[in-house]
């Protein structure tokens, strides 16, 4: 049976994990390291939204024009609608979550604002994530060597946890952090190597030199996991199914479910 070494070995990729079963002990590979969050960040910026919300201080009803001028390439499918639209921030979370819309994460993030999502970041518990900038504006010095955000694998599992465990606002902001989740469309990382029968709520940040995924997993029996795994440092490669981090990602997932 493959090691978590033996992978970073075959993939020449740096792994850090962390899996969490709820019921057992964790297992840490490099948990504290930090890493590139690439799209893992959004899941902290749909938690404060949620939060927001919780508060009376948002309204998931509330519309918000689209600016074709803020269009931004990548992910996501609000790019190739036509302007004036005006979707809801309900909308814009669950498309940023499920498809990572990075147009729908930059128009949340210009009405949330950077620094008060690090402001939530650090009540959440996650002392080692920030988030840097808007998806695809340029680097600043302090942006480096993260780009888009930095956290750990630990980190990431405690905000997981948390969701998982019903202690995010209200039990009807914990629903709808899970069944968002749930939706998650992008199933070629840890979805890929778990059992038959076992099911998968959760998030995936990419680049050309990484693939992320964390989620919250659920056994047949009701047992579950919280992951979060980080394949970084690898050679550049254009997206694809079969891309290199992916299937690191989908073997972590079998070799953790099988141990």
């Given at each position: 049976m493959p090691t978590l070494r033996s992978l970073e070995g075959q993939y020449k990729a740096q792994i850090s994990l962390l899996w969490h079963p709820l019921d057992g002990t964790p297992i840490a590979y490099h948990a504290d390291r930090p890493v590139k969050t690439a799209s893992i960040i959004k899941l902290p910026i749909l938690v404060h939204a949620a939060l927001l919300v919780d508060a009376g201080q948002l309204s998931w009803e509330q519309r918000v024009p689209l600016d074709h001028g803020a269009v931004v390439p990548g992910m996501g499918v609000l790019r190739y609608l036509d302007g004036g639209i005006a979707p809801t921030v309900r909308d814009l979370a669950v498309l940023m979550t499920i498809i990572s819309d990075n147009t729908a994460t930059n128009m949340l993030i210009d009405m949330l604002g950077i620094e008060k999502i690090n402001e939530r970041i650090q009540t959440l518990g996650m002392p080692q994530t920030r988030l840097n900038r808007k998806v695809f504006t340029p680097n600043t010095p302090d942006c480096l060597p993260w780009g888009l955000g930095v956290t750990t694998a630990r980190d990431t599992v405690h905000l997981l946890q948390?969701?998982?465990?019903?202690?995010?606002?209200?039990?009807?902001?914990?629903?709808?952090?899970?069944?968002?989740?749930?939706?998650?469309?992008?199933?070629?990382?840890?979805?890929?190597?778990?059992?038959?029968?076992?099911?998968?709520?959760?998030?995936?940040?990419?680049?050309?030199?990484?693939?992320?995924?964390?989620?919250?997993?659920?056994?047949?029996?009701g047992r579950q996991v919280i992951a979060a795994c980080f394949v970084q440092e690898l050679a550049e490669a254009p997206s694809s199914v079969d891309h290199l981090g992916l299937k690191a990602l989908s073997d972590v997932a079998a070799l953790m479910t099988q141990a």
């Open positions: 948390s969701i998982a465990t019903g202690q995010i606002g209200t039990a009807a902001t914990n629903q709808f952090l899970r069944d968002t989740l749930a939706r998650q469309l992008d199933r070629v990382g840890f979805p890929r190597g778990i059992p038959t029968g076992w099911t998968y709520a959760g998030k995936t940040g990419s680049d050309d030199d990484l693939r992320n995924d964390c989620g919250i997993l659920t056994a047949p029996d």
